[in-house]
């Protein structure tokens, strides 16, 4: 979630009306899902230390698609005859496209925890563009003081000493803001058009279709190297987001949002970047800073306050 995916790209483009609370499986689910989300970051920056990053963000798009593509022709409900028109499906396709493009180029300069806290600005962005579009969803009092924390937090993220700027680059944090944005902008338009009446599920099948055909051709336009994974952990790492995150995790999200509301769900969502943190030091052996640790938190805890404020 992806993406996109996200409040998830997967929450807000879903409409639930069973508000129920979670039960113990479901809510082992919800925790296993949103690590799965914040070690996609990891495999990503894995994936890139062998693949063009571009490159490797349409391998794992080609290869969920035909996953997908499969699930729905065996389920018997081909997702093309779900009110999903050539127009948006391009659009939706664009979206993701630019969504992943940039994050997969984002964490090829800036460490995996910083593009994951980054990344999953995601969700407050959509949360007040929503808000500002949209009168329905106005932003409670508690949701503005956890916007106000998290851009707080983003700042601390943003901030880099020395020690820092020699593992990291400017230019990857904004490009995983960036994603960020465009994950928000793929929300808002299915918010705003008919897309919000079309199941979720199918909504994500032509994001990955599109971008399954677009992002090897950005690939080529600027031209990357394509070339095949030369150890295992790459080709794990590939694996990992094609059938775990981007197939998987999707399916079995979109399953619980018909019997859970994706109110409750999104009140989860704050595990993906602490995921993300912790597996990035274990994994990677990225060192957090005091200071970064500290945006964080408060980024956790914004992103909280505005699934709890909505």
């Not at 197939?247 to 619980?256: N, R």
């Not at 970047?273 to 805890?301: D, H, K, R, Y």
């Amino acid at each position: 979630m992806t993406h996109k995916a996200s409040a998830t790209q997967k929450l807000t483009s879903s409409i639930s009306s069973k508000p129920q609370g979670l039960s113990i499986w479901a809510t082992v689910l919800m925790i296993l899902i949103f690590a799965l989300w914040g070690g996609q970051q990891v495999a990503i920056k894995i994936g890139n230390t062998e693949l063009a990053p571009i490159f490797q963000a349409g391998i794992r798009s080609i290869g969920a698609s035909v996953l997908m593509t499969m699930w729905f022709l065996v389920k018997g409900t081909p997702p093309w005859r779900m009110g999903v028109g050539p127009g948006a499906a391009a659009l939706l396709g664009v979206l993701f496209t630019l969504d992943f493009a940039l994050l997969f180029l984002g964490l090829n300069e800036t460490t995996a925890s910083r593009g994951t806290i980054l990344y999953y600005t995601g969700p407050i962005m959509i949360a007040v563009g929503a808000a500002v579009i949209l009168p329905s969803e106005r932003i409670g009092r508690l949701g503005i003081a956890g916007f106000g924390l998290a851009f707080l937090g983003v700042l601390a993220v943003l901030w880099r000493n020395e020690t820092i700027a020699n593992h990291t680059s400017i230019t990857g944090d904004l490009l995983c803001l960036g994603a960020a944005a465009a994950w928000a902008s793929t929300i808002l338009v299915i918010k705003v058009t008919r897309l919000i009446h079309v199941p979720a599920n199918a909504v994500l099948y032509f994001q990955l279709l599109g971008s399954a055909i677009a992002l090897p051709l950005l690939s080529y336009l600027v031209g990357e190297e394509w070339s095949a994974p030369q150890s295992a952990v790459v080709v794990q790492a590939v694996l990992f987001q094609v059938v775990f995150v981007a197939f998987l995790s999707y399916l079995v999200f979109f399953w619980m949002l018909q019997r859970f509301s994706a109110g409750t769900l999104s009140a989860y969502s704050f595990l993906a970047p602490v995921f993300g943190v912790l597996l990035s030091n274990q994994l990677l052996g990225e060192q957090v800073s005091p200071l970064f640790a500290i945006g964080t938190l408060m980024v956790v805890c914004g992103l909280y306050l505005v699934a709890k404020g909505k």
